[in-house]
């Protein structure tokens, strides 16, 4: 698997390189506490200095715009491979799968956004079982994942496709795995340096925010909380996600569900959305 | 580090912090007997390297930091007192140097219930008059060193049915006003009040030098923040605290290590880790700030699950702080600093308020 990968985004396009839409939970076996999280995010948050470095997860990163590097370590005696490493270009990430069969920290080892991974062959496919992980995101709409979750994943390579299988579990936010792929293909040719640099400086981007405001929508009071179910026209039961909404069967569900009524056309100079919330929002920015 | 299977199973360890956070509440008001009823006899000592010099130690009770040096060793929070065997134990495993300085975060006896037995392991650096008016009793343990607060409750008259604390579990050196500060093993040791949060007398005990930053329970990763009203904590205070400790923090690697962060409870963390916690106590606080300016009474607002989405992480129906005694902690402050207003007086006033909704 050694060299360089760029993730193809066919798979969840809208959701990997626009981003999701606040409020789209579809397909995710998320519980009421995930929703509520969501319901409340306001991506203002982000804009506190001390979060807009924040890293996605490992089990998180490999959705997103990156550059792939992946390469062995090996003892310089043995020639045992030690470790595999991984390096994202986004967040300057790297990621270690040690190869050597040590035993995973204890549970008061520090967490990390990559986490403390291990792995094994099974044949031809790589086996990595992740744990020590910090608190991320299911998706980045405000969907969270705790920092208890741990992650197993499948790592096949045919020819120049590298496909990733991963398996989720968080007995924080999800009621069942939540199982993703991912497929790369192989660089020809390296990338040039600056391609794998992601330069994060931290900065006061609203002077006149008071000191420890954390942005939050109040539950169930966020100004766009129709929006998404509207725009498309998905039923309620949907959009609010939850292990169901992974199945196939769930489509005659969504078939017999009432749709939300359309959103209205944008007018000229007008918010996209009115409603209970809106003359807030619109006075507290 | 090690890895040990009963400490691995999380119900297991979360019945033990929560019996030591209780215990330790509990002992600050009702002596050591408290603890003596808990059972000590399997608790392993779990010694994380911090830093090269900086080490922490779980047990049964808030975790112990340790910082080694040429000069000596300062230990800050001690556990229970069953425990300090174990803890020598563990601090000696490291060095033989001798024990200087022990520093409590705050009163809990979880957290000082070890002091005697730790600080008689030690001795104090002193010489001329003050040894030559004391003798002997100058230099024969460790000084104990908290915020001036910890010393006035522990040494004041207990409640009706309550027991003194032992007078060897108190401090022997106090400090009043915003800090503490000295130069140990060539590294600046800030000790940093942090005014009514867990109590009224917590510290933070920052190594500058090793870059590292003990919390006592102004931080954990077990609960949600224990707001010991009681013994003068307020959540906003908590909150204040929580954003002083992130002033301190610097990360690293974006937003992780860089300064690292002995919790008083739970396991060793960084920036990232204060970040998520503050912003959940925040959002918590804001949310029934916002529900008792609208006028609603408490169980309105317990009925609108303000704590919902953090309680799968950090709520508990049982035990000595429940999900339930949170949120009647913070409401019962709000109303005190937010009493509803007359009518006329609030018509026009434009609420003040961090968590946007749609209003009234």
């Known amino acids: 698997m050694d060299g360089t990968w760029q993730p193809r985004y066919h798979e969840d396009q809208p959701e990997r390189i626009p981003g999701p839409e606040l409020r789209d939970y579809l397909g995710l076996p998320i519980n009421d506490a995930a929703r509520q999280f969501a319901d409340s995010w306001d991506p203002g948050r982000i804009t506190l200095p001390e979060e807009q470095c924040r890293v996605h997860v490992s089990p998180y990163i490999y959705r997103g715009p990156t550059n792939l590097r992946i390469w062995e370590e090996k003892h310089p005696k043995t020639q045992d491979v030690q470790a595999i490493k991984h390096y994202h270009s986004t967040f300057e990430q790297t990621r270690t799968i040690y190869m050597d069969g040590r035993p995973h920290p204890g549970p008061n080892a520090a967490h990390t956004w990559m986490g403390f991974s291990t792995g094994r062959w099974d044949g031809d496919m790589l086996i990595i079982e992740t744990t020590h992980l910090k608190q991320g995101w299911v998706r980045r709409n405000g969907l969270p994942m705790s920092d208890r979750a741990k992650m197993t994943e499948y790592w096949v390579r045919n020819g120049d496709l590298l496909t990733q299988i991963v398996f989720l579990f968080d007995p924080v936010y999800l009621t069942e795995p939540l199982v993703k792929s991912q497929e790369f293909v192989r660089s020809p040719r390296e990338l040039p340096a600056q391609t794998w640099l992601w330069v994060c400086d931290p900065v006061v981007e609203i002077a006149t925010r008071e000191e420890g405001v954390v942005p939050a929508y109040l539950p169930g009071e966020h100004p766009f909380a129709e929006e998404f179910g509207r725009r498309w026209g998905i039923p309620e039961v949907a959009v609010r996600g939850g292990a169901e909404t992974q199945y196939p069967e769930f489509q005659e569900v969504v078939k017999q569900a009432p749709k939300p009524a359309p959103l209205p056309p944008p007018s000229r100079g007008a918010a996209r959305v009115t409603g209970p919330g809106q003359q807030q929002q619109q006075q507290g920015r | ?360």
Do not use: C
């Open chain 2, 1 to 360: 580090m090690r890895m040990d299977t009963r400490l691995n199973s999380r119900a297991w360890r979360g019945a033990m912090v929560a019996a030591a956070i209780a215990t330790g509440a509990a002992l600050a008001v009702a002596g050591r007997a408290v603890a003596q009823q808990q059972n000590f006899d399997n608790v392993e000592i779990d010694t994380v390297k911090v830093r090269d010099n900086v080490y922490m130690l779980v047990g049964a009770g808030g975790n112990t930091t340790v910082m080694i040096g040429e000069e000596g060793i300062l230990v800050v929070d001690t556990q229970f007192a069953p425990l300090s065997t174990k803890i020598l134990a563990a601090i000696r495993a490291l060095s033989q140097a001798p024990i200087r300085y022990v520093v409590n975060t705050h009163l809990h006896g979880d957290h000082i219930g070890g002091n005697e037995a730790i600080a008689k392991a030690g001795r104090t650096r002193a010489g001329g008059n003050v040894v030559g008016d004391l003798g002997a009793a100058a230099t024969s343990q460790a000084n104990v060193i908290a915020h001036e607060n910890v010393l006035s409750r522990l040494s004041a008259p207990p409640a009706a049915g309550q027991q003194q604390v032992a007078f060897a579990l108190w401090p022997t050196e106090t400090f009043i006003g915003r800090k503490r500060e000295f130069l140990f093993n060539n590294e600046a040791v800030q000790i940093i009040h942090q005014p009514k949060a867990h109590t009224d007398g917590d510290s933070v005990v920052f190594l500058r030098k090793s870059d590292v930053v003990a919390t006592g329970d102004l931080f954990t990763t077990v609960m949600y923040p224990f707001i010991d009203v009681a013994n003068g904590g307020s959540m906003t205070g908590e909150i204040d605290a929580l954003n002083a400790i992130l002033d301190i923090t610097v990360p690293s690697n974006v937003n992780e290590g860089g300064t690292m962060v002995i919790p008083g409870h739970g396991r060793l963390s960084d920036e990232q880790d204060v970040i998520e916690y503050r912003d959940m106590a925040t959002i918590v606080r804001d949310r029934i700030k916002e529900y008792v300016k609208r006028g609603m009474t408490l169980d309105q607002v317990k009925a609108k699950k303000p704590t919902l989405d953090f309680d799968p992480r950090y709520g508990t129906d049982t035990g000595f702080w429940t999900t339930s005694m949170f949120i009647e902690t913070i409401y019962k402050e709000m109303v005190a600093m937010n009493p509803p207003a007359p009518a006329p007086a609030s018509r026009g006033k434009k609420p003040n308020q961090t968590q946007k909704g749609s209003g009234e």
